[in-house]
């Protein structure tokens, strides 16, 4: 069956630096749009980033320039490197998988479990 497996998340300070990973199975990697998502406490799941099987990206307002999406389509694993963390970026982490190239939580059809992100002040 397909799996989207994230690490990579944990405690930060405010500034610091995390990288995220997601290593997926069952799915032909390169057939997918891979998405970044973040859902806080309470609140709603939220785009952060998104990549084409080509490496087209694009981020999130609230990311941009701070935040970088990647993958490696032979070895089936999308990245999101975080930098200059801040509060506001503490949430689960969620990867996940779509047939186009869309920003809508609704669109993906494979997810993982998530990893926690939490940035101290």
């Known amino acids: 069956q397909v799996q989207l497996v994230e690490s990579g998340g944990g405690l930060v300070q405010t500034g610091g630096s995390l990288k995220l990973s997601c290593t997926t199975s069952?799915?032909?990697?390169?057939?997918?749009?891979m998405g970044w998502f973040r859902q806080a406490t309470g609140e709603e799941r939220n785009f952060v980033a998104r990549?084409?099987?080509?490496?087209?990206?694009s981020h999130a307002d609230s990311v941009r320039g701070r935040f970088s999406i990647a993958r490696d389509n032979a070895k089936n694993t999308t990245w999101l490197e975080m930098h200059n963390l801040k509060p506001e970026d503490s949430a689960v982490y969620y990867c996940?998988?779509?047939?186009?190239?869309?920003?809508?939580?609704?669109?993906?059809?494979?997810w993982g479990q998530g990893t926690q992100v939490t940035v101290s002040s």
């Open positions: 069952g799915l032909t990697f390169g057939d997918y749009v």
């Open positions: 990549i084409s099987w080509n490496g087209v990206s």
């Open positions: 996940a998988a779509a047939s186009r190239f869309s920003r809508f939580a609704t669109d993906y059809a494979h």
